[in-house]
């Protein structure tokens, strides 16, 4: 039997990840909902607005349910006080206004296991002296790549780590940069100077350009 990590590797990569919001609102037998909630209103503002911003490109979609005619669905998950945020069936918030940066985070480890990276990619900080020589070293000698900073984008972050625990397990300290070349994990700076060394990467590559 294939375990979940494989499972969500074999989801098709535009698959929407699912986002579910059960809001303080509905009827239940003679009981119905006529104070609004103020935090579930919030709470779908701030959901909507990470969508367009940092999840933006991510395949996602938002699925509004009221809490009182349905509480028993959320309640299985362990959802008992609304609002409640699940993201693909797991409850991530609730009882208050969500943080955006749980949803971020649950939306991207999702998509980090049904996607493959792309491209050369760094990922790094801008007081991190072995970011700064990683990128000298693909400048000199040519190579596209793109610079992530994880500091200031918590998207990036966020992909970071959903895409490197997995490989250096969780008792390795993640730390920067993080590079991947033509789609493959290097490694940090060292790491990166032996594989371009070992390739014939080290010498300017006409045909390629360095991107920032």
């Not at 535009?14 to 509905?26: D, E, F, Q, S």
């Not at 780590?161 to 250096?168: D, E």
Request: proline content about 8%.
């Amino acid at each position: 039997m294939a375990n979940a990590s494989t499972a969500l590797a074999n989801v098709p990569p535009n698959t929407p990840i699912k986002i579910t919001l059960y809001r303080w609102a509905g009827a239940w037998g003679p009981f119905k909902v006529k104070i609004p909630c103020g935090e579930c209103a919030l709470t779908k503002d701030v959901i909507q607005d990470t969508m367009e911003n940092e999840l933006a490109g991510i395949p996602v979609e938002l699925d509004i349910r009221e809490w009182l005619s349905e509480w028993w669905k959320p309640l299985m998950k362990g959802g008992w006080h609304a609002p409640i945020v699940m993201v693909e069936g797991k409850v991530i918030s609730q009882g208050h206004a969500l943080n955006r940066g749980l949803l971020t985070q649950a939306v991207i480890e999702h998509y980090t296991q049904r996607s493959e990276i792309k491209g050369t990619q760094i990922f790094g900080k801008v007081s991190c002296p072995h970011c700064t020589r990683a990128k000298a070293a693909m400048d000199a000698a040519g190579i596209q790549y793109n610079y992530r900073d994880v500091v200031k984008n918590p998207k990036d972050m966020y992909e970071m780590i959903g895409r490197v625990l997995p490989i250096i397990g969780p008792k390795t300290p993640i730390t920067v940069p993080q590079i991947w070349v033509g789609g493959r994990y290097i490694g940090g700076a060292d790491q990166l100077e032996q594989f371009m060394g070992k390739n014939g990467m080290n010498q300017p590559q006409p045909e390629l350009a360095p991107m920032r």
